[in-house]
């Protein structure tokens, strides 16, 4: 059984980093491309950043957090890692972790099969 367990979240001030992880068991972690995604209070749940397990890793941002957001996968520790710099009151949101079993990176969330719990990000103003 495959399972997500994000860690990280917490309340920050605006202009704040934060740096979020995500631990994977079961499964091959290495041929998973992981994601994450995010839900703000009575929003949708919105595609954030994806990094493939093909491709050399390659690396894909919603356009709300280029530039301020970093991906990243460690295959010996199963873990995923999410660096939030300059984060503003509109990150504000529950962080989701998520695995598919696409060889390359997608926005869309039915086709990430794995998902975690989510962790809160809370950015204050």
């Known amino acids: 059984q495959v399972q997500l367990l994000e860690s990280g979240g917490g309340l920050v001030q605006a202009g704040g980093s934060l740096l979020l992880s995500c631990a994977v068991s079961?499964?091959?972690?290495?041929?998973?491309?992981m994601a994450w995604f995010r839900q703000a209070p009575g929003k949708e749940r919105d595609f954030v950043s994806a990094?493939?397990?093909?491709?050399?890793?390659?690396?894909y941002y919603a356009d709300s957090v280029k530039g301020r957001c970093t991906i990243s996968r460690d295959n010996a520790k199963n873990t995923v890692y999410l660096t939030m710099n300059s984060l503003k009151p509109e990150d504000t949101a529950v962080y989701y972790c998520?695995?598919?079993?696409?060889?390359?990176?997608?926005?869309?969330?039915?086709?990430?099969?794995?998902w975690g719990q989510g962790t809160q990000v809370t950015v204050s103003s």
């Open positions: 990094v493939s397990w093909k491709g050399g890793d390659s690396t």
């Open positions: 079961g499964g091959t972690f290495r041929s998973y491309t």
């Open positions: 998520a695995a598919s079993l696409r060889a390359t990176w997608t926005p869309q969330q039915h086709e990430y099969n794995y």
